[in-house]
Each structure stands twice: as structure tokens, then as C-alpha cells.
T-cell receptor
Framework: NAGVTQTPKFQVLKTGQSMTLQCAQD?????MSWYRQDPGMGLRLIHY???????DQGEVPNGYNVSRSTTEDFPLRLLSAAPSQTSVYFC????????????????FGSGTQLSVL | AQTVTQSQPEMSVQEAETVTLSCTYD???????LFWYKQPPSRQMILVIR??????QNATENRFSVNFQKAAKSFSLKISDSQLGDAAMYFC??????????????FGKGTRLSVIA
């Protein structure tokens, strides 16, 4: 299994540009989420989804959009990139919460390093 | 909302010695999970150990063990016989145990561990 796949691994944008960070998982996980990691701040939740067609905001949702049209994919869109969005982005997924012994563990992608100039 | 606090931004340990990383959390829930994740320079998030709140016994995984004090809301990680490969950023994380739905993982800000040869 490929697990959680994030693309691209690195990206440089100019202020105002838009782009989509891709995240796909092949484990039939219901739960998917996006985090950003900044020095000294740990990982902060941007958006998450508990299933296809359902999304919700996390701690730092401003400037980001998500959609969940399929179970496998959970793209993160930056509509107008800003330097404050320079960060490392992680996608993570897990089994349903009712899957005792499985549901609580998150599977992470390898991250996307994004720089906004 | 739940919060996770790691009070040690940086720690160091001599090779083969033991080190303890601290973590405290705040929650009003009785059912939850706690985790320690390791992030080496490769950026990959690696699950080190997990603890279910309903279990009184402290979790152990080879050289890694936790001291879970539920009443004190404390969840420290002990690394025994430290190895050079243990050098990494370590994140403490909390996840609600609600079975009614999937819930996000809340992270601390991390502790950077250096291992001295």
C-alpha cells in the first residue's frame, strides 16, 4: 500500500498565486486532515473531514479551502497565497473512530514544503 | 478545547543514558488517547507510543515508555539507552476518544532532542 501520498514535496509561489496541495490515501480511511507545521508552533490543524462530502474547520482555517468529493482524496487549496502561509504542510488520515485499536492512530504523508515569496 | 503543553523546547542526552520528555494536557473528557510522535530530519512523522486513558498500565515499546498520570494530566516519555538515531523533534498529542465520530489530533509544540556521542 502507498499509504498517504502528498504532492508536491516542494513548492515556491509568489504572493497572490493560487495552488492546490494534493493528498490521497488508499486505506479507505474516513478521517482526513491537514496540518501546518511552523517552527516553535508544533502542528496546527487547518481543516479536517470525517467522510466524503463532510469538512470542518480546524484551528487555523483562514486562507485555505478544502473539499472531499471522494473517500480517497482531500485537496487543500490556497486561493491567494501570502508569505504567512510559508510552512510545511502535512496530510493525515485514520480509520473510523469506532474502529477500536485502529481509529485513534493517524497515518501521515511525507509533507509539502511551501514557500511564498 | 483541549490543549497540550510541552514545556521543554530542547533537551539533550548522552548516548546510552536515559532522558524524560515532559507533556501535560488539559481536558474535561474521561475517554481519550495520548501519543508521542517522533519527527527526524527526514520530516516523516513516526508514531513512537500510544496510551489509552482508560488503561492504568503505562505503555511500553522497547526502549520507550511513558509515565501516564491521569489525575495530574501528565504524560511523559522516557527514552532508555539513548541512541544517536533518537535525535529528533518529539511531539506529544491528544485525541478525544468519542466514538460518535472522528476527532482531530491536538499537538504540543514539540521538544527537540539532541543525542551526544
Amino acid at each position: 500500500n502507498a499509504g498517504v501520498t502528498q504532492t508536491p514535496k516542494f513548492q515556491v509561489l509568489k504572493t497572490g498565486q493560487s495552488m492546490t496541495l494534493q493528498c490521497a490515501q488508499d486505506m479507505n480511511h474516513e478521517y482526513m486532515s491537514w496540518y501546518r507545521q511552523d517552527p516553535g508552533m508544533g502542528l496546527r490543524l487547518i481543516h479536517y473531514s470525517v467522510g466524503a462530502g463532510i469538512t470542518d474547520q480546524g484551528e487555523v482555517p483562514n486562507g485555505y479551502n478544502v473539499s472531499r468529493s471522494t473517500t480517497e482524496d482531500f485537496p487543500l487549496r490556497l486561493l491567494s497565497a501570502a508569505p504567512s502561509q510559508t510552512s510545511v504542510y502535512f496530510c493525515a488520515s485514520s480509520y473510523p473512530g469506532t474502529a477500536i485499536g485502529l481509529g485513534e492512530k493517524l497515518f501521515f504523508g511525507s509533507g509539502t514544503q511551501l514557500s511564498v515569496l | 478545547a483541549q490543549t497540550v503543553t510541552q514545556s521543554q523546547p530542547e533537551m539533550s542526552v548522552q548516548e546510552a543514558e536515559t532522558v524524560t520528555l515532559s507533556c501535560t494536557y488539559d481536558t474535561s473528557e474521561s475517554d481519550y488517547y495520548l501519543f508521542w510522535y517522533k519527527q527526524p530530519p527526514s520530516r516523516q512523522m513516526i508514531l513512537v507510543i500510544r496510551q489509552e486513558a482508560y488503561k492504568q498500565q503505562n505503555a511500553t515499546e522497547n526502549r520507550f515508555s511513558v509515565n501516564f498520570q491521569k489525575a495530574a494530566k501528565s504524560f511523559s516519555l522516557k527514552i532508555s539507552d539513548s541512541q544517536l538515531g533518537d535525535a529528533a523533534m518529539y511531539f506529544c498529542a491528544y485525541r478525544s476518544g468519542q466514538i460518535s465520530g472522528n476527532t482531530p489530533l491536538v499537538f504540543g509544540k514539540g521538544t527537540r532532542l539532541s543525542v551526544i556521542a
